[in-house]
């Protein structure tokens, strides 16, 4: 995942001043992407880049339903990327097993737009991003997902009514997909 930002040189210096580590030097891409890739003091890999003026906000085309941090530790997460990038956290939610989430907003006021949780006591999962990608109806996107020689895990009906599938593509690669409260009750 890429976090906007205006300053990627001071901003990936200031990540690293409190414990992120930087993974290669910043590069520019030929459409003048700025980035720079880190390992947050968690583990988990982000980059802080900053986009050209000529894309406008094109970049942000690009639906993404939730952002699900995994760390290691978060209340030290909670402090990075508050103070760093200026998200907003609400009041953290029980899941049950499924552990307790710090929902965040991009900005004071904002919309929740994802969340971080604790990885400890939850066997197999390493700290990472997790991005929730919006589908019309869960089941067909499973199918898919399997299909392609993906692994699934779910579906999880959360609180809200959405269900959603932690998924790894065939090369291992983990995203969820995430799919709107039925307006029909279950059975």
Same mark, same amino acid.
């Given at each position: 995942?890429?976090? +906007?930002? #205006?300053?990627?040189?001071?901003?990936?210096?200031?990540?690293? =001043? &409190? *414990?992120?580590? $930087?993974? !290669?030097?910043?590069?520019?891409?030929?459409?003048?992407?700025?980035?720079?890739?880190?390992?947050?003091?968690?583990?988990?890999?982000?980059?802080?880049?900053?986009?050209?003026?000529?894309?406008?906000?094109?970049?942000?085309?690009?639906?993404?339903?939730?952002?699900?941090?995994?760390?290691?530790?978060?209340?030290?997460?909670?402090?990075?990327?508050?103070?760093?990038?200026?998200?907003?956290?609400?009041?953290?939610? +029980?899941? #049950?097993?499924?552990?307790?989430?710090?929902?965040?907003?991009? =900005? &004071? *006021?904002?919309? $929740?737009? !994802?969340?971080?949780?604790?990885?400890?006591?939850?066997?197999?999962?390493?700290?990472?991003?997790?991005?929730?990608?919006?589908?019309?109806?869960?089941?067909?996107?499973?199918?898919?997902?399997?299909?392609?020689?993906?692994?699934?895990?779910?579906?999880?009906?959360?609180?809200?009514?959405?269900?959603?599938?932690?998924?790894?593509?065939?090369?291992?690669?983990?995203?969820?997909?995430?799919?709107?409260?039925?307006?029909?009750?279950?059975?």
């Amino acid at each position: 995942g890429f976090i +906007d930002v #205006g300053d990627v040189e001071r901003t990936a210096a200031a990540f690293v =001043e &409190r *414990g992120a580590m $930087p993974l !290669g030097p910043k590069w520019v891409n030929r459409e003048g992407l700025e980035a720079a890739v880190l390992r947050d003091p968690g583990g988990a890999l982000v980059a802080v880049a900053k986009p050209p003026t000529s894309l406008g906000n094109e970049h942000n085309s690009l639906d993404v339903a939730w952002h699900l941090l995994n760390t290691t530790d978060v209340e030290r997460a909670k402090a990075n990327y508050g103070e760093l990038f200026g998200w907003e956290f609400a009041e953290p939610v +029980d899941l #049950g097993n499924l552990g307790v989430f710090h929902p965040f907003a991009w =900005e &004071r *006021g904002g919309t $929740p737009v !994802g969340s971080m949780s604790a990885i400890e006591g939850r066997s197999g999962v390493h700290p990472h991003w997790l991005f929730h990608f919006p589908v019309s109806a869960l089941d067909p996107a499973i199918s898919a997902v399997r299909a392609a020689g993906g692994a699934v895990v779910g579906p999880i009906t959360l609180p809200s009514g959405e269900r959603i599938a932690i998924c790894d593509d065939p090369q291992g690669a983990a995203f969820a997909v995430r799919a709107p409260r039925s307006p029909f009750p279950s059975p």
